[in-house]
């Protein structure tokens, strides 16, 4: 099944219901496909092969989106923060490329062969504004496996890889996950991740099938997103870890209670359980859900319910408790292993690489294929599954630090420094050791004066063991993270090596 499929029985189905907010009023779902079955036709004759978008979040992108699946293109959507060198040479990897780019940032791309530029502000004069043009969309031939999205990593360790997920990953993720207009008229998600991220693609094509509306955040900050989700009833949304944290802290302040919220879904990152546990709190009555996904997997393939969250919080069972700190289950749609270096599968509570299958798991990479012969693909994150199948996550491999031989998480460390008294935020990674190869440093924020390092040695001494307690802690105001939450070590780690410890 292609996605565009999944936009023409919602409009078959519930035409008139509103799809997506926009500033006139809001796009129906027949709308919706009529607009984009226009953009279709016009992307067909630009003689691209490939569609991009770069630009804030709005009702561009779903109009843009099932466009380029009409028109048979791939669609990519870019990170318009990256540098400029940055931008244009991932475009150039593109071309011929459609561009549909906002307005104030057209200047950056200009004068580039092989591209056709339409800024924002024409392709909505031209696609979502005036009367809806015909329905006839571009002939396509009906193949699943065709690219669907692009979708380039950050390229944190070399050049960019584009991410390939094709019509059938997504759909069938979409169709094992989500019940047909399963929505009340009522419902609303409030989208605030970016355009490029696979939670906001993601987020077009449940909120399609189920027969949500879309709300657009264009940027995030909190203030904003608690503004918004009182204003347009909202009712489900998706935030990473440090999202939350920033929302509830202007909840506190303003005594927002934002009482159309029924369910808040999050991931991205290692959420802390002090924040999830006053979010619980201060949220009693919104179901909260984790999800545990990557790229390559078309979303989520794990996730700790609203029940389990709440059984967890009540639990004086510190086995149950802990699982405020997991992902919760796999999806019943696919299969999750555990593996340890030898490829052997492990046991309950041991530790190793995850490993996912399913019909949803592309693990492609453009022109590279990443996934086995057998279908399972090895994800680069470290976790284990307790006695009842709950998934724990402990990041990514390459984060792993390297004593003596001996392989530490910085996960679990950071957990228990984030029990302590005044720790705010914690990373936990490996600088350069001569004698051990890698030493344990620690990054600190505190809710005050720094904390005492030896009462914080002494905890993490008390509750894994000396090889894990860190050598050198240092103290900052902040911790570096990405828009979608993920800790960037990587930007410590170059900071830090070869500084002495903070006393």
């Known amino acids: 099944m292609r996605t565009t499929l999944l936009l023409d029985i919602a409009a078959d189905a519930a035409g008139d ?222 935030v990473v870890p440090t999202m939350l944290d920033r929302i509830l802290d202007v909840m506190a302040r303003s005594g927002e209670s934002l009482p159309s919220l029924r369910a808040l879904s999050y991931g991205g990152g290692r959420m802390p359980q002090s924040v999830i546990t006053r979010a ?26 609203a029940e389990d969250h709440r059984a967890a919080l009540a639990s004086a069972d510190p086995l149950v408790r802990r699982r405020l700190g997991s992902v919760g289950r796999p999806l019943p749609t696919l299969e999750l292993e555990i593996r340890d270096d030898e490829g052997r599968v492990c046991s309950a509570g041991e530790r190793g690489e995850i490993f996912v299958r399913g019909d949803q798991v592309s693990g492609e990479y453009l022109h590279r294929k990443a996934i086995a012969d057998d279908g399972w693909f090895a994800t680069n994150d470290a976790g284990w599954l307790d006695t009842d199948g709950y998934l724990f996550v402990e990041g990514r491999l390459d984060d792993v630090i390297v004593r003596g031989g001996e392989n530490i998480s910085p996960g679990e460390i950071e957990e228990a420094l984030r029990a302590c008294d005044g720790v705010a935020d914690v990373a936990v990674l490996g600088l350069p050791d ?4 890698e030493k344990v440093a620690a990054v600190l924020v505190c809710y005050g004066p720094p904390v005492d390092c030896e009462a914080l040695a002494a905890h993490v001494r008390k509750t894994l063991r000396s ?26 780690k170059a900071e830090l090596a070869g500084l002495s410890a903070t006393p």
């Open 280 to 305: 619980l709190e201060m949220l009693p009555k919104v179901d909260f859900v984790n999800a545990y996904g990557l790229t390559e997997t078309s979303s989520t393939v794990a996730l700790l319910g």
């Open 17 to 238: 219901r509103i799809a997506v907010d926009t500033p006139g009023g809001g796009l129906t779902f027949e709308a919706l496909q009529r607009r984009a079955q226009a953009a279709g036709r016009w992307l067909a004759d630009t003689g691209a092969a490939h569609v991009l978008f770069i630009g804030l979040n709005g009702p561009i992108l779903p109009v843009l989106f099932f466009a380029s699946g009409y028109a048979g293109l791939p669609f990519v959507p870019l990170n318009y923060r990256l540098p400029d060198t940055d931008l244009r040479r991932l475009i150039e990897r593109t071309a011929p490329a459609a561009v549909v780019i906002d307005d104030d940032m057209a200047a950056r791309i200009a004068g580039m062969d092989g591209v056709t530029i339409v800024r924002a502000g024409e392709f909505s004069a031209r696609f979502l504004e005036g009367p809806p043009a015909s329905a006839a969309a571009p002939d396509n031939p009906e193949n699943e496996s065709d690219i669907a999205v692009l979708l380039f990593t950050s390229g944190t360790t070399g050049e960019p890889k584009a991410a390939v997920l094709r019509h059938g990953n997504l759909t069938s993720y979409v169709m094992s996950t989500v019940e047909f207009l399963g929505c009340d008229e009522g419902e609303a998600a409030l989208v605030s991740v970016p355009p490029y991220h696979i939670a906001g693609i993601s987020a077009i094509l449940t909120s399609v099938y189920g027969g949500r509306r879309i709300v657009y955040l264009p940027a995030f900050t909190a203030e904003a997103w608690v503004e918004t989700c009182a204003a347009a009833n909202v009712t489900h949304a998706m």
């Open 434 to 437: 001569e004698v051990w190869g």
């Open 467 to 492: 090889a894990r307690t860190p050598e050198s802690w240092h103290f900052r105001d902040s911790l570096p993270y990405n828009e979608t939450g993920k800790l960037l070590r990587r930007v410590l």
